[in-house]
């Protein structure tokens, strides 16, 4: 995993290009990819996470560290990974107003999330099957997220136990909700999830048709001779029936992690049974997030998780402002799909968001330098968004609204 050789200079269209199907016959054939238009000098392998000058050439290093499968199990979105290329790209049609006079003396990114002080506007987003990115995994994560003091979204489909990641995280953690065609055994990682302390469910509402076709997972994976039974039983990718998150549940009635009925009679029956915090994960419009809160979510989050689920080609960031104009102030408004850049931190709290969640970042900088390689990504994206309130004049996160932003007209 360690002492990746990469060059310096790979640039952020290429997290653009890893998501296109094009982008395998060059990844695969392991091939120097483009370097920077600005600078096509070689430069000294990285070989250690305090040498990534940004998060994106984590994704590089990850795809040098990593099997074809598991990268792109990291990289895939549905049909032709388009809504995962706008995901990112959309950030671009943001431009920042950039202020002069402000006092800097001090910059303060902190922000209260249900009562809780955050450092930062970032937290780290549920990613299933983590050990297969990094042997430590998801325990990794947690222990990057508590030295970073950052909240992290704990996954139903995580391939470390609750009780290791709770642990590990040292503060409640959220949890990542999957509802299954069995009640029982939702309700049952529900209560598990409260036992264990955790502060907030988070239930994903955008998985609605499983499996999922993600074709530049299936391409990678015909590439890919070897045999992964560690990880998937008789190479099943059913989470609940190798899941450390559902043992000694009885799944023998599970077929799905996408039942037919989330309808917002499911939010009703689940709301009165979460005694923590409801926050609903994979909301793209205004219609739906006014159904969300009217049944009784405490929390949202604008998602599209990170183009995995549909091609829908609307970003995340284009759909949160509907959802932050229906909601009105009265939950917190969450956001992750693309975010790679402290700029697009930034954008994403001028249109409303309480804060922000990344997903592949944290996967390539553990895939990279395990617990090291997501602290670093969690560094840079925070030193970015520092350096960005600077230059824009906003000491204060409530000092960046929306005249901090303009819709490019290009
Ligand atoms: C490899 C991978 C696995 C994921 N697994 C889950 C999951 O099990 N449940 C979920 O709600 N979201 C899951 N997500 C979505 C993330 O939580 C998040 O919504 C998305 O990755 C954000 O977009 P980004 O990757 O561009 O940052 C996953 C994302 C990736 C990349």
């Not at 450092?119 to 970073?148: D, I, M």
């Not at 602290?375 to 350096?387: F, G, P, S, T």
């Amino acid at each position: 995993m360690r002492g990746v050789q990469v060059p310096f200079t790979r640039r952020s269209f290429l997290g653009g290009a890893a998501a296109l199907p094009a982008f395998w016959s060059w990844a695969l054939a392991d091939e120097t990819p483009p370097p920077s238009v600005l600078y096509r000098r070689a430069a000294p392998p990285i070989t250690s996470a305090d040498q990534v000058i940004n998060v994106m050439d984590f994704e590089g290093l990850a795809r040098t560290a990593l099997p074809p499968a598991h990268f792109a199990y990291i990289a895939t979105g549905v049909d032709d990974d388009r809504t995962v290329v706008r995901n990112h790209e959309a950030f671009a049609h943001y431009e920042i107003r950039a202020r002069r006079f402000a006092d800097l003396r001090r910059i303060d990114t902190s922000r209260k999330v249900f009562g809780t002080s955050w450092a930062s506007p970032l937290y780290v987003s549920s990613v299933s099957s983590e050990r297969a990115f990094h042997p430590q995994g998801e325990l990794a994560v947690a222990r990057a997220c508590k030295s970073r003091a950052t909240q992290f979204m704990f996954c139903t489909g995580s391939s470390v136990s609750l009780a290791e990641c709770a642990a590990a995280h040292g503060v409640p953690l959220w949890h990542q909700l999957y509802a299954t065609d069995d009640w029982t055994v939702t309700l049952g990682l529900l209560r598990r999830a409260e036992a264990a302390g955790c502060s907030a469910i988070a239930l994903t509402v955008d998985l609605r048709s499983y499996p999922r076709y993600n074709e530049t997972l299936v391409r990678a994976i015909r590439e890919d001779s070897r045999q992964c039974t560690n990880c998937h039983v008789n190479n099943t990718h059913d989470m609940w029936r190798r899941g450390p998150v559902f043992a000694g549940l009885d799944v023998s009635r599970v077929t799905t992690l996408a039942p037919s009925d989330i309808t917002v009679e499911f939010l009703d029956r689940l709301r009165a049974q979460v005694k923590s915090r409801l926050i609903i994960k994979g909301i793209v419009t205004g219609e739906d997030a006014e159904l969300a809160l009217a049944h009784g979510a405490d929390g949202i989050v604008v998602s599209n998780h990170g183009g995995r689920d549909e091609e829908s080609l609307r970003a995340s960031i284009d759909c949160l402002p509907e959802v932050v104009a229906a909601v009105k102030g009265r939950i917190p408004v969450f956001v992750d799909g693309g975010i790679r850049r402290g700029t697009d931190i930034f954008k994403a709290l001028a249109l409303g968001a309480t804060a922000v969640g990344i997903g592949r970042p944290q996967a390539w900088g553990l895939a990279a330098f395990g617990q090291s390689g997501v602290e670093a990504v969690l560094d840079i994206l925070n030193r970015e968004l520092v350096a960005i309130m600077r230059q824009a004049g906003t000491p204060t996160l409530a000092d960046i609204t929306t005249a901090s932003v303009v819709r490019s007209i290009a």
